[in-house]
């Protein structure tokens, strides 16, 4: 028989299915020893064996085996033969913990096929046997029908039954699975994207202090650079001088600097040249700080030659801890995927932060050093600026000139009033230019300066004799002569000290020397950030650097081995993240089990961690595209070709695919082979198009490898609005708890963890994934997820891991449950169930309608979310809800009649 009647690999819970039909496993006690060897939980033990009915009797002791390590439940299927007429069992076949379903000639009439069992073709009957039994072991192995079929077989006579069936299945069209699997995976992995920046905003607040240049809360009152130091006493040495300039420039401003002679003694320029000196000096003892330590650990050592310099440094902040950094990139890493964003996009910002915290040393400072205090700045803040006062000459000689007039009217004495006047602006100028501030009083300093005292005497005597004339033409009072002399004398006055103060504060101003100030307090602020940033926090910040690296690359490699598996990596020899193996291709046959090939560029190796005990849609009967095969043969009914005829001529690499639809003949009309027709990409629309309904009675239709059976209704859907959603949290959920199992590592040694392994297994749980996207459309959550809860920061993805928020099977495929709810209300009908047993078999069963047993069953998946539960209003309550699968239907048991089963006894059996 066909290997494709059983499922390949057991689901936990599921009852484990083994065959002992002649044409199955070569060793049929190895068989069962390899089913015994199973685990199964809560110390359950189902068995669903398929052997033939007269092979019963002489597989007595495997039974027994199955039987001899603790209680056990069997269900046999035992495939008769059209004429068979008695069912011979033995003991251990016997209600309560096992019973006998049996069926007659499952590639025969009860089919639908009779052109199968007449023509004699050993593939042609496998592959019917594969589609009759198939979805028959598949339903039974289900533990909630397997019980209540069990405890249904105990009712009956003999614990035997014919069952009669009608099943409806629901399921994805091949194209809607490839093309949801494929953005699912895109979904997790993401396409390549920059590094880009990393900013404090959005990370944990330990991060965040190693992002910006802050200094912790506990170390806002450290004295840095103590005053007995060598950096520290240049600080003080710095301020001292620029506090002498700024006193002296206070002294020198004002009435008394230029009046009373208060700054006589100040000597500003060699005060500004001192600071200059002073802050050179101070620049280059923090420069040799910077040169001095750094790396990436703060020893011993290096704080000696530190204190050495000038530079004390505290304790490790309480803030911030070695301790605490993975902790914080591992809620930043949750948190990022917790929004939404794919697995290269994570390590694009972890790369960046990586970037942003990696220890430079506090050599790299000097740079910012320079800018700060460069040689170019000192020589500016040293520079010698002139003291220029008056404003524009020509103003200066009118002014002077008509202060002198006004003073000159006075009769008589105006002739040596007016000319005193101008006098007096020409000396006060002149006053200006000896106590200018750029002048040390020994003269070593001189800046030079200008103040306008020629054009104000030439001024003032040309206007007083002009006044004088003018005044002795008019002869005002004395009164208004005294009155004009002693305006024009104050204004004189308080012209010179407004032009006084004005050239002060334009020369302070030029040579800036409290821009000395600036500085200094730049470079405090420089080594407190050096102090913290590069020496307190060089560890953390190399093992944040270090472990965001890691996990960047290990996000980087999951990506790659998710597409190589999905089928997104299209290079050969590609190198994973994590080691120097090529990340493995996964390759699919030309005709794929997911539907056409959207690219027939990719290579045709093998799936990666798939093996021969590995699960493999292309083992499913199914699945495979329609069209010829390459033996060019095509089935006498359905047109459609068996992966077995694939797999038989190896040599011939001719193959068509017909499109989204398989051919349809109509009844009676001769088979034809459709044209081929190149390969056509899946479309790539997230929203899918409406389910599509396949009746069993079109054959081929049913995308089956052979015509579905009479008691099969097949419903494939495109694919609902939650299917790539929910396919994508369940990845997303999976890797999350892949991750969670890293950071220890990463902890221990970010720069040596070994992520290999983690690669296998997110192969791992794509496999799994996948293989629910087969059986049931994903509408049952992933067990291993339960763990998921307790991640706070991920709480989002809960939905995913229970079964109450997961979507209903309605919006994963598309399907509306409509039919499955018409069923199940309908009334017991025996006629609407098919027997599965031939004409000949009918005088076998009971004839008493109370005898038979019915069970019926819905997955869990049908009933829950937006389809409602109205539909299910008036429903039986003895319909059995299932976990899983994407079968639904009716299991009626008919007894035999009492003479047909035969029990033989222990010394009556034969060996196996």
Known sequence: MSQRVLPERPLPGHAVCLDLRAGGPDDPGAAVRAALDVPQPGGERRFLVVDEAAGLVGHQLLYERLSSYGPAQIVCLAVGARGDRTLRRTLTLRPPAAGVLWLFDTTG????????????DAKGDATGDAAFLRPLVEVLATPEVFDAVLGSLGEVVHGVAVPAVRVLEHDLTDEARARAWRQAVEGLTGPEVPAGSASPEGVPGTLALLLGEGVPRSLSGHDWLPAGGRAGSRLIACREALDDAVDGYE???GAAGLLAGAGRDVDLPGDIERLTEELARFRTAVADAFGAAGGTRLTAEHRGLLRDRGVELPEMPREITRAGIVPALRDHTYELIGQGLPLRSVAARLSALSARTAPAGSASRL???????GPERLRRLGGRYPFTAGGSRPVAFALTGLLALLAGVWPVLGWFLGPAVGALAAGLAHLMLRRRPNRSPDGRIDGGGATGAAPRLVGGVLGGLAGAGLGQFLGPPVWAASAALAVSVVAVLLLALRDWNRAVDDWWARADPEEAGRIMREIHALVVTTAVHDWLFAEVRHHCAAGAGAVARLLRGLAETADAYGGGARTQDRTSEWGTDPVPEWGTDPVSEWGPDPEPEWDAGPVPGWG?????????PSRPAPGPGPSGGTDSVTGAWSWDD???DEEDDGWSDTGDEPPVRRPGAPAATPPPSPPRAPSSSPRPAPARTVSADVPGAAFSA?????????RYGDGGPALVDTLLGDLVAGTVLLLDGCWAGIERDPGGAEHAAQGQRLAELLDETRIRLERDAAASPPP????????GALTSLAAFTDRSERPDAARLTGVAPDAVARLLLAEDDPGGTVELCGPEHLRLLSHDPLAARQVRFVPEAMRRGAAGDDIWRGTAEDVVWTGAGRYAGILRLVPLRADVVHTVRAEEAGEP
């Open 612 to 620: 021969p005990n590995r699960a493999s849609w292309a083992d499913e």
């Open 706 to 714: 052979g015509p579905a059976p009479a008691w099969l209704e097949r």
């Open 646 to 648: 694939w797999r038989d």
């Open 109 to 120: 009439d009860t089919t639908g096929d009779t052109t199968g069992a007449t023509t004699g």
């Open 367 to 373: 740079a910012r050093l320079d800018a700060i205090c």
């Open 784 to 791: 291993p997820y339960e763990g998921l809860r307790d991640l």
């Open 251 to 253: 002294r020198v401003r």
